[in-house]
Every structure is written in C-alpha cells, then in structure tokens.
Nanobody, 125 residues
Framework: QVQLVESGGGLVQAGGSLRLSCAAS????????MGWFRQAPGKEREFVAV????????SYEDSVKGRFTISRDNAENTVYLQMNSLKPEDTAVYYC??????????????????WGKGTLVTVSS
C-alpha cells in the first residue's frame, strides 16, 4: 500500500500561482508513476498531469499545458504541481495519485491505484 498526502491548496486570484505537494509513504518502491487529477463542483474527476517515477517523463491535459508543471523528488518521495496563470475554471479539489503498474503515460489518464484525500484550489475572478 502507498499513502498519499496533499498540501498547498488555497484561494488565489486569477492569474496567480500555487504549488501543490504530495508526499508518498509506505511501499513507495513499487511506484511507477504519480499524477494529479481534479474534480470541479458538479463535474467528474479528470486527469491533469502524470510523471514517470523513474524517467521523469511527463504528460498533461491539454487545458493546463504551458501553465502547469509536474515534477518529482525521488529522494523525498514527493511530487509537485506548479500551477501558474490560474483561471477560475481551474477551481477544483486536486487529488494526488500513484500507480504500481507500468503503463504508457496516456493510460494513466483513466485512473491510478492509490489516491490522496484531495486539496481544494479556489481561483477567484
């Protein structure tokens, strides 16, 4: 089992920035990838970004490309999501996720094995 704890959410004005962090513990040596998903009010949860734990390769949802950056610190078992140029439509609960199976990056878009409890990001206009 892998446990994930997110931090860094909050309220920010449109155009501002936030950095989310996700600390992993437990059987972290089994992780192949970590990612971020989000769920806006009244909507289904959607993929945001994913990073390969070994190679550092990344993939993003189209609406966040060029604004969000996912990164990882292998020594600290932590993944980050740097969010710049935030828009009101980025408002959502952001969930950290991890997967213990090797897949193509695009296959992680549909979900992962382990989930954090989420952190709320609110972007005001």
């Amino acid at each position: 089992q892998v446990q994930l704890v997110e931090s860094g959410g909050g309220l920010v004005q449109a155009g501002g920035s936030l950095r989310l962090s996700c600390a992993a513990s437990g059987r972290t040596f089994t992780m192949y990838a970590m990612g971020w998903f989000r769920q806006a009010p009244g909507k289904e949860r959607e993929f945001v970004a994913v990073i390969s734990w070994s190679s550092g390769s990344t993939s993003y949802e189209d609406s966040v490309k060029g604004r969000f950056t996912i990164s990882r610190d292998n020594a600290e078992n932590t993944v980050y999501l740097q969010m710049n140029s935030l828009k009101p439509e980025d408002t959502a609960v952001y969930y950290c996720a991890a997967d213990a199976k090797y897949r193509l990056l695009r296959d992680y878009y549909y979900g992962m094995d382990y989930w954090g409890k989420g952190t709320l990001v609110t972007v005001s206009s």
